[in-house]
């Protein structure tokens, strides 16, 4: 019977590591793109002071509605990363 050929962890570790990185698509890419200009202008809102100033509760706004919408599966989490980037 063959010998078992035994792979070091560090090489097996080396082995997996794709070549090519993958990075997934940000939430809002797969949007239409009229979808994307009425949430950036509800950003907007937000930052320029017209939007009480509850982040997660906008957050969690945005979440329900795209949900209902069937428009996005993103989490309240990804929102909140999106409303504190500057547009």
């Known amino acids: ?3 078992a050929e035994t792979v070091s962890l560090a090489d097996a570790i080396r082995a997996s590591v794709p070549k090519t990185v ?3 698509v940000r939430w809002w890419h797969s949007l239409p793109t009229e979808v994307v200009d009425e949430l950036n202008a509800v950003r907007d809102d937000f930052h320029h ?3 009480p100033n509850n982040k997660s509760a906008l957050a ?3 979440v329900e509605h795209l949900h209902a919408r069937k428009l996005s599966d993103v989490r309240q989490q990804g ?5 504190n980037e500057k547009a």
């Open 60 to 62: 969690r706004a945005i």
């Open 49 to 51: 002071g017209r939007l």
């Open 22 to 24: 993958v990075r997934s």
């Open 1 to 3: 019977m063959p010998k």
């Open 79 to 83: 929102v909140l990363a999106w409303l």
